[in-house]
């Protein structure tokens, strides 16, 4: 049996210090000028995104998940989306943050190998709100996602120490809240591990499992609170994951391994479960569309704009070939 790895501590790519900098130039004129910026194109003004690693739709009943089932009663959702092959952590992550395929982004490990291979290749939603002069933020509980952060480092991003495996839900959630009562960036994402972790220690469906995915659930509910607390009604949340899992393992084709939730809850919302198709990579492209942003035409992923009441008619809308 894989233990389950000790909490370790919160490191910030951007340090504390540096945090402190930023909230004490909360008031500065070219703070104040961009928090007055509008976005005609846009759709909603703020982005929530949560993946819960390794969570089985399947899960969300046995569990007893009631955050995510109430999202799902008031939102639109499908528990028939699918993730990439491999359905593997970082892989699946690159490309629910960068609208590809392992294809395009050329990331099919599973590991830390940033000295060696350099950040992901391919833009992620983070670099193009960053170049839209919107602000972002990153919560990831495994350090293996340095590679979704770009050299500039342009918003906020917090992860565990290098050489450590995990951050779980309870830390997690308490600098997310902590970070949420000063800053509103236009674009958040946070990871969540601890299924994924109980599923590898005791088995995906286990008793252990469904407590961490409750776990999970919990901390979804603890972030929504936060959220709507800073950005009130202007703002969609969207609950996935990055694969599913099947006995003490997953990565392979398996319907259990490639069939993920994903859920759509706030502003706009059509309700109701999702008729059409959803992929991992739509992920990137839905976020791009709510918050106005042009979504490169080589992406593979488009917005699942069904699960909305503006415009389900204009899935092509937003396209550009500007950025390689």
């Not at 703002?235 to 391994?257: P, Q, Y």
């Amino acid at each position: 049996m894989t233990p389950v790895p000790r909490l370790p501590r919160l490191v910030r790519a951007a340090p504390l210090l540096a945090l402190c900098a930023w909230l004490a130039s909360a008031c500065s004129p070219a703070l104040l000028q961009h928090a007055d910026r509008r976005f005609p194109q846009t759709h909603v003004r703020h982005v929530v995104v949560i993946s819960v690693d390794g969570l089985r739709p399947d899960a969300i009943e046995a569990a007893g998940a009631v955050h995510l089932r109430r999202l799902m009663d008031e939102g639109a959702y499908t528990l028939q989306a699918r993730t990439i092959t491999p359905s593997k952590t970082l892989p699946s992550h690159t490309s629910m943050l960068t609208g590809v395929s392992p294809a395009k982004h050329g990331i099919t490990w599973n590991d830390d190998r940033v000295d060696e291979t350099g950040r992901v290749g391919v833009p992620t939603v983070f670099d193009l709100a960053d170049s839209a002069g919107l602000r972002t933020a990153a919560f990831f509980g495994k350090a293996k996602f340095r590679h979704l952060v770009g050299a500039g480092d342009p918003g906020f991003w917090a992860s565990v120490p290098r050489g450590a495996e995990v951050l779980l839900a309870p830390r997690m959630v308490e600098d997310v809240e902590r970070y949420l009562k000063y800053r509103d960036p236009e674009l958040l994402f946070v990871h969540v591990s601890d299924p994924d972790i109980a599923g590898h220690s005791t088995g995906w469906m286990s008793a252990p499992y469904r407590a961490a995915v409750r776990r999970a659930d919990a901390a979804v509910g603890r972030i929504l609170r936060a959220a709507r607390a800073r950005y009130g009604d202007d703002m969609v949340l969207i609950v996935t994951a990055d694969h599913g899992g099947h006995s003490r393992t997953h990565g392979t084709e398996s319907i259990d391994d490639m069939t993920i939730p994903w859920i759509a809850w706030g502003k706009g919302i059509t309700p109701g479960p999702i008729a059409g198709p959803v992929t991992t990579f739509d992920t990137a492209a839905t976020v791009l569309w709510l918050l106005g942003i042009p979504r490169p035409e080589f992406w593979d992923g488009r917005p699942v704009t069904e699960a909305f009441a503006f415009g389900a008619d204009r899935q092509a809308e937003g396209v550009t070939g500007g950025v390689q």
